[in-house]
């Protein structure tokens, strides 16, 4: 299966980790990940009023290359997800938005573009079935807390991922990867994103909340897919290691580099 | 040719505010075959009426046309009048110059114009009228009540009172439906099972009421007076006529772990049961999906256990066909899910539950006998939060909850928070809340006590989220009125979920050609003025599957409908409407088209012989309608690909005509 | 209210898409926000004062810094109102005027440390600067 790719700054930065074990498992799974040439950052993230066109043209121009080449356009960072399916609904909904975003690009794009998350990816396309089919070495014993945080999900009639107050997406890979999901109550709470800048107190207030209930709740390690959360939860000092989804999915598939 | 009168109505300044009813009644004077033209202030009036009586005798009128209100309004008062007069009734048509004129339009020239085209049109169209004679059908005079809760319940024993027969068809094995799972009712606080099960004996004992509980409406056919209705006997492997209740059978079964529905699955019943002590009828069911006998063949210990030999493994589902005059939905409501509203964790805690789930939980027969604890741990909850509108008045997305307000929920909330605090004062008990609704006798008194006695804590807000954190549960809140966002640990919590219709309403809905509205409840036939009656003839409505109710109104609303049964089953002949479809048989070339379209199965083909120009003889298949089955929708019409079928008072060359008119 | 207000209140619904008119007072998205202590003018408090076009507190107000737009408050509305939309259409009322910018890039350099992610410093810039 081939599909576009779009990985996002943070993936060629600070979490090269995110990007590398994405490619990795997507390589034992038969995926091929064509990155979208000349990709732009998606801004990191959506900003909802109507009148905003330049901030989000840059998402635009990666849905429009994978629609012409009728591939689904899959990202692996939350915010980027998010960023890039908002603008795509958008695009699909919003006619005044369309119309005027349309007077910026070369080739005309009314949301034709399939987006989805690498999750989503693993779920509905390959299936986590054939995921468990390919694990080498089962993550048995091992109890993972899903940390989702506000982007994946939410707003959830736009992103259609799963249910937005009690998901299962990463729980049922979790399962399907041998290991034991962690069900605890602020797995879709916002861990204080770009807040860290001006007012880390606040954000280690939030994800402390965020890792103190994983921790409680008997979780051994958090996995994410979002790099800001990733900071701000290691950050403020969790007692677990957090990681993102990808290295245990590619530990799992025996594809994990040792440290 | 005909001789006609115009009537042109004022209705006060109602039409006259906005149309020159002189100007009306002089331009008519002038159309083909009018005689008689005139206005006055309210022609629906006794001397509005007399006009027309008059007018009838003294210029010999054939046919008359009344440019008033819409013809739903008065076209029978006016019918009535000219029969009186001696003049067929059907010779009346209505130009409705208010609703469709007077009151959209602004200014009285446009007012005018408009009433004297629609004015032209009803005499254009009087001009082609015959005189019609309604057929007439008889009456059965037995009627059906379609679910045995409280409002069907209601509903027969007022219908067999009058001393008219009445079956309930109940799907559940028991009637009592949800009232029976209720511990006290609001405002009163008299225990449920005390004031319902006395009807439910009632109703068992009642020589004219015949109770098919475990069964359901299959089919429905016929109409008014005489429906026909297949009802399926679900088969429940108990001989209903031997079973004395006396229940060791149910104590016996192996199959312990079947889920209790009655205690909403808070505890477990046996495979074999009675949904509870006082079940109408009292006899054992089989669920099958759980009888190990019925799955591998091999158990047997209910009918070894059963000394009146009442167990049948072999039992089939039945098919009763019987005849009803009249049929009630009384179908109820259920909670809707909580599956959408997982910010409050329902799917996630055993300790967050509903509110029914609470009434469980707080009667004396439910899984904790009554006593109010956790349900994950069986410890008494120290502080219990409860949450309103959980789905109610939510118009953000459909699948999730209801645009609509539940009604009741406000009520049994104050109920429910009172008795936990009458019963353990111990109990911090806080209720959120968008707007407390309790409008009703008694009601509002009701949750002031609640608040002003027994010290229930009422916040104007809304839960956020709940959550789960070891053995309680976090509760994030707004305060409104102090603008603060509370956290409170709680050790249960209750959600008031939106009700909505039962899930067999829809289906019935189809099988009655009721209609519903888009939440699926019943509609009624009006409103205000006609509430229970569904806009079928011959179909009523009694209580949740209309609208949201609590029970002192569903009563009301039941023996309202049973008073509407008793009207139809004292006749015993019905008036048909006469405008109903025919087939000009010489046209017919039998293609079926019409049949295919026919709402109501009023078309059957027949072989008919013809006498052919030759005088030899030919049998061509030919339309024949059943003028009392026939609605004169007009399906049948307009399917016709040759012409030949007509609906009688509104044929094609009368449309055509009034069209004609309008456009001259 | 006078012109300009109901001109910035127009605005401010028109950007947003909001209708504030849908607001049934429950309060659910203030009790849903995790930025509520943070807050001077609270979810609910935004789209009533929205609405009655009492728009001049809001515009000076920190509040609206404190806003993560987590959808929080938009995914539980009973209503469809959309608090965070309004939050964010008054942000940009302010930070498009020319030196209204609540983040300079000069400051940024400060704030950082060695593992803070890019997607941080984009994000932030998005939201408190034009």
């Not at chain 1, 949301?111 to 396309?125: I, N, Q, Y």
């Not at chain 2, 909505?500 to 019943?522: C, I, V």
């Not at chain 2, 599957?545 to 509407?564: F, L, N, R």
């Amino acid at each position: 299966m081939k599909v576009s790719y779009f990985p996002g700054c943070t993936l060629k930065t600070k979490a090269k980790q995110l990007d590398k074990y994405t490619r990795k498992s997507a390589e034992v799974l038969d995926i091929t990940l064509e990155e979208i040439e000349n990709w732009q950052c998606c801004g990191g993230v959506f900003t909802t009023a109507r009148d905003e066109i330049a901030t989000k043209l840059s998402s635009v121009r990666a849905l429009s290359e994978a629609a012409k080449k009728d591939q689904i356009l899959v990202s692996v960072c939350s915010a980027c997800h998010n960023v890039i399916k908002q603008t795509n609904n958008a695009m699909q909904t919003d006619d005044e938005f369309n119309f005027r975003v349309n007077q910026y690009i070369d080739e005309e794009y009314n949301g034709e573009a399939k987006v989805m998350h690498f999750l989503e990816l693993l779920r509905d396309e390959v299936g986590f079935d054939k995921v468990a089919e390919k694990v080498k070495k089962s993550l048995e014993g091992k109890k993972v807390a899903a940390y989702y945080g506000c982007l994946l999900l939410r707003p959830s009639s736009v992103m259609q991922m799963d249910d937005p107050e009690n998901p299962t997406i990463i729980e049922d890979l979790i399962s399907a990867l041998g290991g034991e999901p962690v069900i605890y109550p602020y797995r879709n709470e916002c861990c204080g994103g770009y807040i860290a800048l001006e007012n880390p107190e606040s954000a280690k207030a939030r994800s402390n909340k965020v890792t103190d209930s994983a921790a409680k709740s008997g979780a051994e390690i958090i996995v994410t897919a979002c790099p800001l959360c990733k900071y701000n939860l290691e950050k403020n000092g969790s007692e677990i290691p957090v990681v993102y989804f990808t290295e245990l999915l590619a530990e799992a598939l025996g594809v994990k580099e040792e440290n | 040719m005909q001789r006609i009168g115009v009537f042109v109505c004022w209705c006060g300044s109602n039409i006259a505010g906005t149309v020159d009813v002189q100007a009306v009644s002089d331009a008519l004077q002038n159309e083909p075959g009018v005689v008689f033209s005139t206005n006055y202030q309210y022609m629906c009036s006794q001397a509005g009426q007399d006009i027309i009586k008059n007018a009838i005798a003294e210029h010999k009128l054939t046919g008359i046309v009344v440019c008033s209100c819409s013809p739903r309004m008065h076209e029978a008062t006016f019918r009535k009048t000219a029969a009186a007069a001696g003049l067929n009734p059907y010779m009346v048509e209505i130009a409705n110059i208010r609703e469709q004129c007077s009151w959209v339009h602004k200014d009285m020239p446009t007012g005018t114009e408009k009433a004297i085209i629609l004015g032209k049109a009803a005499v254009a169209k009087v001009n082609l009228n015959a005189p019609l004679k309604p057929g007439e059908s008889p009456v059965t005079k037995r009627a059906l009540v379609i679910g045995g809760g409280i409002a069907g319940i209601q509903t027969a024993l007022d219908i067999a009172e009058a001393g008219f027969p009445v079956d309930i068809v109940e799907k559940k094995p028991t009637i009592g439906g949800k009232m029976a799972q209720l511990d006290k009712t609001f405002p009163t606080l008299d225990c449920a099972a005390c004031i319902l099960t006395p009807k439910m004996v009632d109703v068992a004992q009642n020589e004219n009421i015949r109770i098919f509980s475990y069964s359901e409406v299959e089919e429905v056919g016929g109409f008014v007076g005489n429906f026909d209705v297949k009802i399926r006997k679900k088969a429940r492997f108990v001989n209903e006529d031997i079973c004395t209740g006396c229940g060791i059978c149910t104590e016996k079964c192996p199959q312990k772990k079947v889920p209790n529905e009655f205690n909403l699955g808070m505890d477990n019943r046996r495979a074999i049961y009675i949904p509870f002590a006082q079940a109408v009828p009292k006899v054992a069911t089989i669920d099958a999906d759980y009888c190990t006998m019925l799955k591998t063949g091999k158990c047997g210990v209910c009918s070894k256990v059963c000394t009146a030999g009442a167990i049948d493994y072999t039992q089939k589902d039945e098919i009763i066909e019987e005849k009803y005059g009249a049929i009630v939905a009384a179908t109820g409501f259920n909670p809707i899910s909580m599956d959408k509203f997982d910010e409050y964790a329902y799917n996630q805690s055993k300790d967050v539950i509903t509110s029914l789930e609470f009434e469980r939980l707080t009667n004396a027969a439910g899984p904790s006998a009554g006593k109010l604890v956790r349900p994950s741990d069986g410890k008494h909850p120290h502080t219990i939060v409860f949450v309103q509108c959980v789905g109610s008045r939510c118009a953000a997305c459909a699948e999730k909850g209801k645009e609509y307000c539940s009604k009741i929920c406000c009520m049994y909330t104050a109920k429910h928070a009172m008795l936990t605090r009458d019963k353990y004062p111990d109990t911090d008990v806080y209720v959120f809340y968008i707007d407390v609704r309790t409008p009703g006798k008694a009601f509002d008194e009701f949750y002031r006590r609640a608040v002003e006695e027994y010290g229930v804590h009422y916040i104007k807000g809304m839960v956020g989220k709940v959550s789960p954190e070891g053995d309680k549960l976090m509760v994030q809140a707004s305060d409104l009125l102090a603008n603060k966002q509370l956290h409170i640990e709680a050790d249960l919590v209750v959600l008031a979920a939106a009700i909505e219709p039962d899930k067999s309403a829809r289906p019935l809905a189809t099988q009655l050609t009721a209609s519903m509205d888009t939440n699926d409840f019943f509609t009624e036939a009006h409103p205000k003025l006609r509430p229970v009656e569904s806009p079928t003839a011959g179909v009523f409505l009694s209580g949740t599957c209309q609208g949201p109710k609590d029970i002192p109104e569903t009563v009301s609303q039941a023996s309202a409908a049973a008073a509407k049964v008793i009207g139809l089953l004292a006749k015993d002949k019905l008036t048909g409407n006469p405008c109903v479809a025919g087939s000009d048989e010489l046209m017919c070339n039998g293609c079926s088209s019409c049949e295919r379209v026919c709402p109501y199965g009023a078309i059957t083909y027949v072989d008919k012989e013809f006498r052919m120009p030759d005088r030899t003889t030919r049998v061509r298949r030919v339309a024949s309608v059943n003028e009392a089955v026939c609605q004169g929708c007009g399906a049948c019409t307009v399917a016709c690909p040759s012409g030949a079928m007509d609906l009688k008072g509104f044929a094609t060359k009368q449309i055509i005509a009034e069209v004609d008119a309008i456009c001259r | 209210m006078n012109n300009s207000t109901e001109n910035l209140q127009k605005e401010i619904i028109r950007s947003s898409g909001v209708n504030p008119k849908k607001c049934m007072r429950c309060g659910k998205c203030s009790a849903t926000c995790p930025a509520y202590d943070e807050m001077e003018y609270h979810p609910h408090q935004f789209v009533y004062m929205v609405e009655n076009g009492d728009i001049q507190p809001l515009l000076e107000s920190k509040s609206l810094f404190q806003c993560l737009t987590c959808f929080a408050c938009i995914e539980r509305c009973p209503r469809g109102v959309e608090p965070a939309k309004l939050v964010e259409a008054v942000r940009l009322a302010v930070i498009r005027k020319q030196g209204a910018n609540h983040l300079k890039a000069d400051d940024i350099p400060a704030l950082l440390d060695e593992d803070m992610p890019q997607q941080a410093i984009v994000s932030a810039l998005r939201k408190y600067s034009k």
